[in-house]
DNA sequence: ACTTCGCGTGCAAACGCTTACTATCAGGTG
DNA sequence: CACCTGATAGTAAGCGTTTGCACGCGAAGT
């Protein structure tokens, strides 16, 4: 007593196009025809089979129609985690962008590891994806970096795009979209803010070298510094990862090792800018009576805080990979590279450094 | 001069397996059999074929596979939006307990839309997920109910499941796994929290009829009113939907409206505290110097506010959606109805009323 | 009345893979 | 030396759709 493929543990199994063209008494190729809609049918087959789809309770098999031809489009999406809110806002733009272009949204998360990346990669190669974008930093060794070329070489070759976000190119003869957002821009204008307004010694938190990101805030921070000679002090910048904890750590760490030696501070995200305020809040220390911050994302964070940032277009990052990816094969090819703008977003957290 | 199937624009083509045969010169059973592991062919056959696929760069094609038997396994979840913080962490509850039962995780988002969450549902149905979790609130009416508790059982019928995440059942007879959190008992113990410390003039920030997560929490602040014998005024509980600008707004027209005439606030999620908070501050108002504060949800924003505030378990709600539709077949058909508890987390934004 | 359309259908061949069944060949038995 | 056995590998029958082609049959054209 063999059970077919589909039959199900209690014996039923999804209906088939072939059922519904017996039960219509027509042949399946109608069927097939009057469900994809753009056929002229004769009004009475139309409803005869339509009433057998709904007694049926039919439902098309779209792994049969993506193999018979019609491939089922989809847009996939790797993050390291769908909790960040920075992640989550670049997700949503991604969703909204498929939704619109009429593409499903595949999302997987890797939690930062290299390994489960490649092998999501891998994956979403395998469900035909149309494009898999990538947001995110990874450590990016060369064996890595080989991987990945390598995919996106297979990817293109077989008519996807593989879509880096917020992360370097893997190099010119890659075939990859690049989008970039402006961190050195941005932490150039938020740290000059806090210049302009007084203040000569501004703690960073949260550097971390072979993270493009943090690398690319902090190239603007000393390039701010500079236009303003003002000297560049190295144990004003803390390093550090990007959550909340880790700015929480950091203020307190730097507190207790001394007499606060600074009267700004330029956190590399808004995450850290919360736990750094509320590590100086346990101090007693408020924002920005006593403290000055800038913060950088433009996330909810900082509606909290309050927080003068910098506004990042997150859902417009994740919006333009699908829309460039997908309208890849009507620009004849071109894999483009384009930076996304940052502006500052000015709050209540600077006071003028008291003279 | 047709193109096959597959080919793609620059004339490129996905490998097959075929290719893959004739290049090691076995059949493709033979290829089949080994790529898919566990079978005994001997080493110099294999060889020869894993250096055929490493040269055509050969991927399986996932839905040829499906179609001729293997299933491909996927959990598909669908919320309102991936950027509140509350189904984010579900989100993330289903991707973490997908991946260890070596499942793809989809997930669609419907901005509230109960006719985009039908096609959602629809959509999923189509791809063959395994379990279609919904997540989050709608607005049912009788329609709706009637249109998903028919997708249930025709889910059911194809051995797929329908999971209900913070939402109220369909029905006794509908086939769906139900989880919900113990909404009352956490605003039960919040309001408890903020009456044992004195305060008998308590805001409700959210109520919102219809919806039974802010129903549900409402219904808790109420019972602890009654419990402490203080008389239950309407006037104290405020409208509105559950976000950040909604709390802003409701305690900005609240203290605009008339002198202030509550010591503390109940607000039915922290986004919704946070918002409130930020309006007393603009009134130089101090939580929780001049007014005594609770939230719910314990996710991020608590952290900056340091808010006392329930804490629901959202990744273990994600995870165990995933877990019981997966087992449900090896618990025989049964349909669990669960409820996940709350509890007080306190931190710094109550205080006892000053006498 | 006899072609000529053209609309509405049906037939059957893919699509790329898995797997039950079968064939082959070596070596070991009686 | 015929025969059985076990390890390998091949054959071919699906899986549920889509779609090019062919066919039948009234209406319109001559």
Redesign the pocket.
């Given at each position: 007593m063999a059970r077919?493929?589909?039959d199900t543990a209690d014996g039923r199994?999804?209906?088939?196009?072939?059922e519904?063209?017996d039960k219509a008494?027509?042949?399946?190729?109608?069927?097939?025809?009057i469900?994809?809609g753009s056929?002229?049918?004769?009004p009475?087959?139309?409803a005869r089979v339509m009433r057998a789809v709904k007694e049926l309770d039919?439902?098309?098999?779209a792994?049969?129609?993506a193999?018979?031809?019609?491939p089922s489009k989809s847009v996939a999406i790797v993050l390291n985690s769908v909790i960040s809110p920075h992640y989550a806002h670049v997700a949503q733009g991604v969703e909204t962008q498929a939704a619109v272009a009429g593409r499903l949204c595949l999302i997987g998360t890797t939690g930062g590891d290299p390994e489960r990346e490649l092998a999501m990669v891998k994956f979403m190669r395998e469900q035909h994806a149309e494009a898999v974008i990538l947001v995110g930093n990874v450590v990016a060794d060369d064996k890595y970096r080989e991987r990945m070329s390598q995919y996106a070489h297979t990817l293109a070759a077989i008519g996807s795009r593989l879509v880096l976000c917020g992360r370097p190119s893997l190099g010119p003869d890659v075939p990859a979209v690049v989008i970039e957002y402006d961190h050195a821009g941005g932490a150039f204008a938020a740290t000059s803010h806090l210049l302009s307004a007084g203040h000569r010694r501004i703690l960073f938190l949260g550097s971390r070298p072979g993270y493009t990101t943090a690398e690319g805030r902090l190239t603007g921070y000393r390039q701010a510094l500079a236009a303003y000679k003002v000297p560049h002090d190295p144990a004003l910048e803390v390093e550090g990862t990007m959550e909340w904890q880790e700015g929480h750590r950091m203020m307190k760490e730097r507190l207790a090792a001394g007499p606060r030696d600074f009267t700004a501070v330029f956190a590399v995200n808004d995450l850290i800018a919360g736990g750094a305020c509320r590590a100086l809040a346990e101090q007693g220390l408020r924002v920005p009576d006593d403290v000055s911050m800038v913060g950088f994302d433009n996330l909810p964070p900082s509606l909290d805080l309050n927080l003068t940032t910098v506004h990042l277009p997150h859902e417009e990052v994740g919006r333009t990979a699908v829309r460039l990816a997908l309208e890849h094969e009507a620009r004849g090819g071109a894999f483009p590279h384009v930076t996304l703008g940052t502006h500052l977003v000015l709050r209540d957290s600077v006071r003028p450094r008291m003279q």
């Open positions: 077919r493929a589909g199994r999804r209906s088939t196009i072939r519904v063209a008494g027509v042949s399946v190729a109608t069927v097939s025809r469900l994809s056929y002229p049918a004769s009475a087959t139309r039919y439902v098309a098999n792994h049969a129609r193999l018979a031809g019609t």
